[in-house]
């Protein structure tokens, strides 16, 4: 626990140091969180699009969820084309879940490989989820695994407010 978590706290620190910030969360769906509430209060620094439909272990419906990957996709290329050149839309993008997407195979990886070895030079891009594909861990430049030790969730604790959301 704690990709999504680290991600926005990059996020939050690039704030403070008056950096764009650009947001794409893949997988989470329309419910408010309260990182979404607090990123919110600063349009001018951050972008925040939430296009996921939410998560299952087993999908509902495997072409609508492609479809929301592949619609997620094509804003994150555009974010990145963005800040391109002398005043860039974004100093980071945040690709928030893609990993779990590629897992599901929902997009097409050499593409998404491709397009982030040729992202403008000076853009940062975080990606999070498990199981990062061994194509993407060799074309990052930085590649943290966290691991959980212990969580509640796991004595039956449901997803908690402040904690998870």
């Known amino acids: 626990k704690g990709k999504s978590t680290a991600a926005f706290g990059l996020a939050m620190r690039a704030m403070g140091n008056g950096m764009r910030v650009g947001i794409v969360q893949f997988v989470k769906g329309k419910w408010e969180t309260g990182e979404q509430v607090v990123l919110e209060n600063f349009p001018d620094l951050v972008t925040i699009r939430t ?14 969820d492609i479809a929301a990957a592949e619609a997620a996709w094509q804003v994150s290329k555009q974010m990145i ?8 839309a974004h100093h980071m993008v945040i690709l928030d879940e893609l ?25 940062h891009v975080v990606v999070t989820g498990r199981n990062a594909k061994p194509a993407l861990i060799e074309a990052a430049d930085l590649v943290t695994e966290m691991t959980m030790v212990k ?15």
Do not use: C
């Open 51 to 64: 296009m996921g439909e939410g998560f299952t272990w087993e999908t509902q419906d495997r072409a609508r």
């Open 81 to 88: 084309e963005a800040s391109r050149g002398p005043d860039p």
């Open 99 to 123: 990993n779990i997407v590629l897992r599901y195979d929902y997009l097409a990886l050499d593409e998404v490989v491709e397009t982030l070895r040729n992202r403008p030079k000076d853009l």
């Open 151 to 165: 969580h509640p969730f796991r004595s039956g604790v449901k997803a908690q407010k402040g904690i998870e959301f």
